[in-house]
């Protein structure tokens, strides 16, 4: 036990009442496993709940308790007078009506009636007669020489001449709904009878009285918690509620009975002590865990214990923000531990962030994480171990950066870095940090340059992005696809991964309303994004994702699953709402199993350098389907911010590195185009290798060859872009889809100034332009044909490579294009 909780136990020994009070507080009314009788002081757990560890007849419909066997008695003598086995008699006849499955042996009355209309009172027993009249059933039966059929027994019940209805005669247990079967001496119903007669072989002068009185009477799905002594009891009741209602699993009821038995005779005060030393409390597994988690928040709130001023800074207990869809957030993690930061005002830093910030609790770690490094590198570098903060300067900030960037590799780095900077900011935004030199501060021009160096050559450099071929192939398969019962569902996760390119965090936490209709008759899917800060987001989908949520839906609904989660685990017994959603790690596995019985890839597969190569299956992850989904989009020409929107992103800058190449590759691409460059003439003329980056600069339309406005970077064009009249134009056959566009733009502006008073010279002007775009397009295209079709595949291969270093290279160029 730490020493904060031995401080919080301590404290609650002198509360009195008051702890009592304030869990009695927390506790609902509505139980999920049972009823509470505040009054008899016993849980009872409702044994046909599958909140529990009770389990059921295999036999479909049935609803009786089978605590042993796989299937109830009733079911087992039904088998043997049928003549079957009790396997296949339970297969070929379900119950029809789930609902009235349970057994009610000792409940229901007998269905007899006497000729004034009055109901036997006694219990039904035996094909719902009481034991006296299913005897007189049978003794008229064969009187007759009749068979005993169901008929003959619908017959009897309905026949009422010279019946007898006996009078019922209920259990006098509390909370017993039994009725006597047949007359015994000791006034109990036929089930408490046996019971007390057992309980007389352990206590032979045990009286009637007695054992109606204790605890015996109770039936194995009821707790007796009346024996506890307080606070214990309201104790267990608030852990039993919180552990059922939050979902963690079944209520093992048979391990909770000899722990209460035991329990009662200890000399323990409060239950999370019992729970911390008490030999019977390991046995319970999950509710001693969770238990002892619950309990010591909820003492903490007693004790009005604030994290934020204490030593141990406890995340559950603040209102951090959640990106994620965790059901049990406020439960988990351990405390951060302030004594780690030696510099008071690093600390105190570190606590106004927080309290001002609340971020989510992977950057709150991340944070204390470098706040702790940080006040190692100070007390190892100053001689006063950064005691004093006047004596700061920017020495001491590079020693920090650098520690950052020995410590973490490049991506925790910069993470680290990040949220480091904005500590140093918001503790001088709120005045924290007053008596701090200036000095102290982020050197723009120092820190973080080798992080970004790495970052920025890895992705130009290496293209992690999963080939077209691969993608395909792997949806093909698709409907191959067996990975265990669960098929139907990996199925259609994967399937959503490769047509909507979300997140896989993204996919896996959908909801079942996640599929709507706009006012168009258009489908949209709805996801949280939660990498954006949670926020309800709607994508516009085509016909096979929603074929293929359909065909999910139809298997969930014939599973009966209920859950709001589209893709729940696989915790079936757990109450719905409680059921969480699959992990992106095993979905991994998953993929990972899926694509390990796949064949090779047919057909080539080309790297990032456009080189042949075997492509290893069992390398995909479920996020490069998003970067496929993001290199097919740059591959069809979808402009960068019109990308930027549908991958969810905040920065243009991120959206870019899907349209990065290597260097290899772009300089193939264009000593394989450069010969084909044409001028406004269609004349073909080429640009001599190594010299194209020096003569020529993107435009929409094509290259532009003119010395001005290749030193512009193409930002100073003298004819407003009105490229095909122009002697400086440069296109090769990767600017066909372009040309092809601008020429349809300006037949339709031309059709449009034709019907209104526009001048002739400018109209002159429009087909002009027309004009020369298609005669430099046919020749290129004439070209083209006379080539031969290996030569035209690679053109072709290298035409999308130039495309997609075009749209990086002109994203970021604000190009005025004036219309006539």
Not at 17 to 36: N, P, Q
Not at 457 to 476: F, Y
Not at 612 to 626: E, G, I, M, N
Not at 776 to 797: F, H, K, N, S
Request: net charge positive.
């Amino acid at each position: 036990m730490s020493a904060v909780a031995e401080e919080l136990v301590r404290s609650l020994s002198g509360a009195g009442t008051g702890w009592c009070e304030f869990l009695a507080g927390m506790l609902s009314d509505d139980w999920a496993v049972g009823s509470w009788d505040p009054g008899r002081g016993v849980l009872t757990i409702d044994p046909f709940n599958e909140l529990n560890d009770f389990t059921v007849c295999d036999r479909p419909g049935c609803a009786n308790p089978a605590a042993r066997v796989a299937f109830c008695q009733s079911c087992v003598r039904r088998a043997r007078a049928a003549g079957l086995p009790v396997e296949e008699y339970a297969r070929t006849r379900p119950k029809v009506d789930p609902l009235e499955g349970r057994s009610t042996r000792g409940f229901a009355l007998c269905g007899v009636h006497d000729e004034a209309g009055r109901r036997c009172g006694r219990a039904q027993t035996t094909r719902g007669l009481c034991p006296s009249h299913y005897y007189r059933f049978t003794k008229n039966c064969k009187a007759g020489g009749m068979p005993v059929t169901d008929e003959m027994l619908a017959a009897f019940i309905t026949d009422r001449r010279g019946k007898v209805a006996h009078p019922s005669v209920p259990c006098p247990v509390t909370g017993c709904d039994r009725v006597f079967s047949t007359p015994l001496a000791s006034g109990l119903c036929d089930y408490h009878d046996s019971g007390l007669r057992a309980a007389r072989r352990l206590d032979p002068v045990l009286t009637v009285t007695g054992f109606i009185g204790s605890d015996s009477v109770l039936e194995r799905h009821q707790l007796p918690l009346r024996s506890l002594p307080e606070p214990m009891r309201t104790e267990l009741l608030f852990v039993l509620q919180q552990y059922s209602t939050r979902g963690y699993g079944r209520l093992i009821v048979n391990k909770l009975r000899p722990f209460i038995n035991d329990a009662c005779h200890d000399e323990h005060t409060n239950l999370l002590e019992c729970f911390r030393t008490h030999e019977h409390a390991t046995r319970l597994k999950g509710v001693r865990s969770v238990g002892i988690l619950v309990l010591e928040k909820a003492l903490r709130r007693f004790t009005r214990y604030e994290s934020l001023q204490e030593n141990l800074v406890y995340l559950q207990d603040l209102p951090l923000r959640v990106t994620n869809s965790h059901p049990n957030a406020d439960l988990a993690g351990s405390p951060l531990d302030m004594r780690e930061i030696s510099q008071p005002w690093l600390a105190a830093a570190f606590r106004e962030w927080l309290r001002s910030t609340l971020e989510p609790r992977t950057r709150v770690q991340r944070c204390f994480a470098a706040c702790v490094e940080a006040s190692a590198v100070l007390r190892a570098k100053r001689s006063d171990a950064g005691i004093d903060p006047t004596r700061l300067a920017y020495e001491d900030m590079a020693a920090i950066s650098t520690r950052f960037e020995a410590r973490w590799p490049v991506r925790a780095s910069q993470t680290s870095h990040a949220v480091w900077w904005e500590l140093c900011r918001t503790a001088r935004r709120l005045g924290t940090w007053r008596q701090i030199p200036e000095s102290f501060a982020q050197n723009y021009a120092g820190h973080k340059r080798t992080a970004r160096r790495d970052r920025n050559d890895q992705r130009v450099e290496n293209d992690r992005v999963t080939p077209a071929a691969v993608i395909e192939h792997l949806r093909n398969h698709t409907g191959q696809m067996s990975v265990g019962r669960h098929t139907k569902m990996y199925r259609c996760v994967l399937e959503l991964l490769m047509e909507t390119g979300r997140r896989p965090g993204e996919i896996t936490s959908l909801g079942t309303d996640c599929l709507l209709q706009d006012r168009h008759g258009g489908w949209l899917l709805r996801y949280t994004a939660h990498k954006t800060g949670g926020t309800i987001k709607e994508l516009p989908v085509e016909s096979p994702v929603v074929e293929s949520i359909r065909r999910w839906e139809g298997a969930r609904e014939e599973l009966g699953i209920r859950s709001s989660f589209l893709f729940p685990t696989g915790r079936r017994r757990l109450k719905d709402e409680n059921v969480p959603h699959i992990g992106e790690t095993y979905l991994a596995r998953i993929l990972h199993k899926f694509t390990e019985s796949l064949p090779p890839v047919p057909g080539p597969v080309l790297d990032p350098d456009g080189n042949t190569v075997d492509f290893d299956l069992a390398s995909v992850q479920p996020y490069d389907f998003r970067r496929a989904y993001a290199q097919r989009h740059a591959d069809n020409g979808t402009d960068p911010d019109v990308l930027r929107q549908l991958m969810d992103h905040v920065s243009m800058a991120t959206t870019m590195g899907y349209y990065q190449v290597s260097s290899k590759r772009r300089r193939q691409a264009v000593s394989t185009l450069a010969p084909l460059a044409h001028d406004r003439h269609g004349h073909q003329i080429g640009i001599g290798h190594g010299r194209v980056q020096l003569k020529i600069t993107p435009v929409p339309y094509g290259d532009c060859a003119e010395p001005s406005n290749v030193a512009a970077g193409g930002t100073a064009c003298q004819l407003r872009y009105q490229c095909a009249g122009c002697g400086f134009f440069r296109p090769n056959p990767s600017h066909i889809p372009e040309i092809e566009k601008e020429i349809l733009k300006l037949r339709s502006q031309l059709r449009i100034a034709e019907a209104s008073d526009t001048a002739t010279y400018l109209l002159d002007a429009q087909r002009g332009l027309i004009t020369d775009y298609e005669k430099v397009l046919a020749t290129m295209r004439t070209r083209l044909e006379q080539l031969p079709p290996e030569q035209r595949r690679e053109i072709d291969t290298m035409s999308e490579v130039m495309r997609r270093a075009r749209s990086a290279a002109l994203a970021n160029k604000q190009i005025e294009l004036r219309e006539l």
